[in-house]
């Protein structure tokens, strides 16, 4: 709900106008300064209309506080970052059936805490699911006791692992459920089994692809595969397939094959660093912009399917988001529009969603992303606390959080919202800190949203005050501009009015600065 602006113009006398709770919910389009904000975020950034669902359109016209121009070359640039985009597909094409294997370390310093075996098959079955044609033919755990190293299986594992795989004309590829597998212990179970064998890397990559939809997703994507290229081909020089591609293979440069490729690849690494820094000080420039707007920014964070989108799209009634029940939905940072209960306008940050076991190169691709949470107001961690493995994937996206060198107040104020309660019966917290919600039925929301506020009040430093000002000026039409109007007194008699307002210190001073008492 936003405040009515016209509600008092000079000459409109009415006793109390009150803008408080018992207000109507009948929307309005949202102030321009919020879409100027909103446009701050780039494009590709606007994905919520806020304010009801009547606020900008994400394809509408953009103003002027969130252009740039477009320098002389930027069609070649453009031309050139889609040319580094186009690449060959990371995984078989068409429908898959899968073969997945965890390795499971069962004791010593290897073994992982805080899970278990048949939780891990269960998120890495899930990333299967992701893709699109691709299913679950089998599932096995084995024991390993190096599930990182050359040798994952002893002699006669990986005998038993053949004979099944071999035997089992429907698999057309196995998920080997470990982070990285080395190029050559790649090559070795490739040949042993006969068909494409996957890592977590490779399958999280190819996700990733798929859902990038911006130019800076998908460039962090491509910046993101180079290691993978890179062991590829080491591979293809240590075993060359009669196509002249030896190390000792003199290209007419005077390079080998292999230092041909190195270059290239070296070349495409730079190339793409210098596209993503293009659009690194634009994001930046824009969100100079935006944080002159001075609306609070609260981030929403978590792992991936917690459903941060789902909670957004209910703070805000935004019919515009769509939520979507699979990992990885979300990988451009999108912006959205709201309101808390002293009408105070906000925007939320939908962020890419985390992984245990996240592959680092992709963490670094997309840490220039995850910069804008370094200026928000408040982090709302969100955790989905009917999922068996929720204290792990807590303690996962604290650790990416410090990972990014964010403000330590920043850090030490994230707000913990426990949701899909409504999957755990009689759910209750376990300390006072946490705000237990159901974003899908809506559950909670009414205590979340006076956490928020009270969170945003103090990390800006607002103030709610009680103004008077004259009728006949300018005062509250500049009020209702620049500050949050909860509610209005007039006092017809004396030409005047109090107003209660929410306020930040910057704009106070210029109010008391343009209109001195």
Not at 37 to 54: H, I, M, S
Not at 100 to 112: D, N, Q, S, T
Not at 363 to 374: C, V
């Amino acid at each position: 709900m936003w405040a009515l602006r016209a509600a008092v113009r000079p000459g409109t006398w009415l006793s109390r106008v009150v803008l408080g709770r018992g207000a109507p919910r009948a929307a309005l389009p949202l102030p321009a300064c919020l879409h100027r904000a909103l446009a701050a975020f780039g494009p590709g950034g606007l994905k919520g209309r806020g304010g009801g669902g009547r606020g900008p359109r994400a394809d509408g016209p953009r103003s002027r506080a969130g252009e740039e121009e477009e320098p002389e070359d930027a069609e070649e640039e453009e031309a050139e970052e889609e040319e580094l985009l186009r690449r060959d597909p990371l995984l078989p094409v068409g429908t898959q059936r899968v073969c997945l294997i965890h390795p499971e370390v069962k004791r010593g310093p290897g073994k992982p805490q805080l899970t278990r075996a048949e939780w891990q098959v269960a998120e890495a079955e899930a990333l299967v699911h992701t893709l699109g044609g691709w299913s679950v033919a089998d599932r096995m755990v084995v024991p390993s006791k190096t599930p990182d190293g050359k040798l994952i299986f002893g002699r006669g594992t990986l005998e038993n692992l053949t004979e099944k795989i071999r035997g089992s004309p429907d698999i057309t590829a196995v998920f080997l459920n470990v982070e990285r597998l080395a190029t050559p212990t790649k090559k070795d179970l490739e040949a042993a089994w006969g068909v494409q064998v996957l890592d977590r890397f490779t399958v999280v990559l190819h996700i990733f692809r798929c859902n990038a939809r911006t130019r800076e997703a998908r460039l962090q994507v491509a910046l993101a595969e180079l290691p993978l290229l890179r062991s590829q081909l080491k591979s293809s020089i240590a075993h060359p397939d009669g196509r002249g591609g030896g190390s000792r293979y003199i290209m007419g440069s005077g390079e080998s094959f292999m230092q041909l490729q190195q270059r290239l690849l070296k070349e495409k690494e730079i190339k793409i660093r210098k596209a993503l820094e293009r659009l690194r000080k634009k994001r930046r420039l824009l969100g100079k912009q935006r944080r002159r707007q001075e609306f609070p920014v609260i981030s929403v964070v978590g792992y991936t399917n917690c459903g941060k989108t789902t909670l957004i799209k209910a703070l805000t009634d935004d019919d515009a988001v769509q939520p979507r029940d699979q990992l990885f939905a979300t990988l451009d940072v999108t912006a959205h529009a709201g309101w808390l209960p002293s009408r105070m306008a906000v925007i939320y940050m939908d962020t890419i969603g985390f992984l245990s076991q996240l592959p680092h190169s992709l963490i670094e691709s997309f840490s220039a992303t995850l910069e804008d949470l370094a200026h928000s107001d408040l982090i709302v961690h969100v955790r989905d606390v009917s999922h068996p493995e929720t204290e792990l994937q807590k303690a996962s996206v604290l650790s990416t959080l410090r990972g990014l060198h964010l403000p330590a107040p920043l850090l030490d104020s994230v707000l913990e919202v426990h949701n899909k309660v409504d999957l755990v019966p009689r759910y209750s917290p376990a300390g006072p800190q946490a705000v237990a919600v159901s974003a899908l039925l809506g559950r909670g929301l009414p205590e979340l949203r006076a956490r928020l506020e009270d969170a945003i009040l103090r990390a800006t430093g607002r103030q709610v005050l009680t103004l008077r000002v004259r009728l006949a000026g300018t005062q509250l039409s500049w009020l209702h501009r620049e500050a949050t109007v909860q509610e209005v007194d007039v006092i017809p008699e004396a030409g005047v009015a109090d107003v209660r307002v929410v306020i930040s210190s910057s704009a106070y001073g210029k109010f008391r600065k343009l209109f001195p008492e």
